[in-house]
């Protein structure tokens, strides 16, 4: 019923740009913080950055700087725009939805802590 999907991904080479998009789909009545995390090969999954639903943004200091998220809540979609790109952004991206309301017809339904399939980022020359 409900889902996140991400796109943006691909392989680009260091001081690159890339653009990552996370839209939910779905019945979605109201989404509250939304985040994009980060996993390595051989780490555990960090945040990167993430923004409420009113506006206010919190990053990794990794990329304090460099990267940008940023929402459309007419559109349920957050973006991460990634600029001067490092080798060590190198990672599997995912898209986080800490608190989903959605119809279920004559009810409401609730998703917590909801992630998208993910989407790579390779940075290489």
């Known amino acids: 019923q409900v889902q996140l999907v991400e796109s943006g991904g691909g392989l680009v080479q260091p001081g690159g740009s890339l653009r990552l998009s996370c839209a939910a789909s779905?019945?979605?009545?109201?989404?509250?913080?939304m985040g994009w995390y980060r996993q390595a090969p051989g780490k555990q999954r960090e945040l990167v950055a993430a923004?409420?639903?009113?506006?206010?943004?919190t990053y990794a200091d990794s990329v304090k700087g460099r990267f940008t998220i940023s929402r459309d809540n007419a559109k349920n979609t957050v973006y991460l725009q990634m600029n001067n790109l490092k080798p060590e952004d190198t990672a599997v991206y995912y898209c986080?939805?800490?608190?989903?309301?959605?119809?279920?017809?004559?009810?409401?339904?609730?998703?917590?802590?909801?992630w998208g399939q993910g989407t790579q980022v390779t940075v290489s020359s």
């Open positions: 986080n939805a800490d608190r989903l309301s959605y119809s279920r017809g004559s009810s409401l339904g609730y998703a917590f802590n909801y």
């Open positions: 779905g019945t979605i009545i109201s989404i509250n913080a």
């Open positions: 923004i409420t639903s009113g506006g206010s943004t």
